[in-house]
């Protein structure tokens, strides 16, 4: 039988591509530093991609006989990007988008492996700090978050900085966090209902400037924070400054350790504090500051039954927190510094009966961080959750707003729908 011309040319040319192939593969196998790999070169740097989407409403007796609605808020259309750099790094990426245009909630890398037991994390991140800040507010077992962040740091404490962490290498599980960070801030897209015609002089001045509120301060258009007192008074202390020294930023610790009771009981300890020396400076005493520091206790026990762990568990805890914060006062033309100190704590309890079904109760109390030493706030109330799948849930909650000084007692039901498509978590929560 004759062979055509063409089969030898093309059996080299086969030979040579699987030669070339196979010391490819071999080569790419055999690299020191990525180890073996299966995959074409850049295939495990594809970045994971999520997006939640989390809408509430509500309804509340503010305005007295009448209930009322502040609508629909989508506090939440958030895209989360995050890959490996390569074997030692991690960049993680989420966005937030709102009909006010979009945001960036957090932008960091995270090296997880570095020699001593050592992980750093650097960029905008929430802070780790307590037991509730590190959870985003959809990802909460509740509607809303709460206000004891929004109180002490003006939501949850978002800033921009660096946190090296340590596993202490003993047999139990402890870790110590340090931390340095721009500033203290915090950032919130919860709101509390309050009278018609009740806000104060400071948010009237806010809206005519195209401010936004977060909590106990406003965003301006071009990024920077502005405190109430600044914009009813011209000569209040303020929170910008351009060249900054090491006493201009915030430093912060956290330990944090746990312990099991057998197979289904365990417990989670933190204890954090940050500290600005200079949080805010005094336009009327050139040199002069201000500091700042808020600290804080968690505690948190878990039943997670190994059996049903899926379908059944319990947490509950109590997380403390107290704010000390130095103000400028002038009276009679005399300027003085006034220290303040102020506490609150959050507590829970939540109960997962059936893969469908969460059941929950909250309360909490503090002393606003503004005002006089008789100013206090309560909230508590009770939520259920239908958990359609994994993916998506419903949640209603009931509150009961206390707020001794400014309003009368507040009824408030809240509805939630959440849902999540692709690849989203905020780290190490349970």
Known sequence: MRIPSTYPVLAVCLALSMLLTSGHVAAISDDPILGPIDRAIGAWQNPNLGFAFDMVTDISDVEGDEWTSFGFNIRSAELDVNANIDPFGELHGNFNFSEDGAALHEGYFLLPALPGNLKLKGGKMLANFGRWNQFHTHAMPFVSEPRIYMEYFGGHFSPTGAELSWLVPIPHYLELTFSMYEKIEGHTHDEDPVPEGYESGADRIAAELGYSRHGNHYHTPDGRIVWPEELVDDNAPT?????RGAEDFAYAMR??????????????LGASIVHQPSFKYSRRIDGEDYAKTVYGFD??????????????????GVEFLG????????ADDVIYKEERGREGLFAHIHYQHSPTWHYGLFGEFFENSQFSDDFEKERYGAFVTYQLTHFQFIRLEYSRYDHSNTLDPVNRVMLQYDAVIGHHTHGRKR
């Open 255 to 268: 330990a944090a350790t746990g312990f099991e009771f057998g197979l289904n009981w365990s417990l989670d």
């Open 299 to 316: 505690a948190t026990f878990f039943w997670h039954p190994l059996t049903r762990n899926r379908g059944r568990n319990l947490d509950f």
């Open 239 to 243: 929170t910008g400054k351009s060249n």
């Open 323 to 330: 704010n000390i914060e130095e103000f400028e006062t002038v």
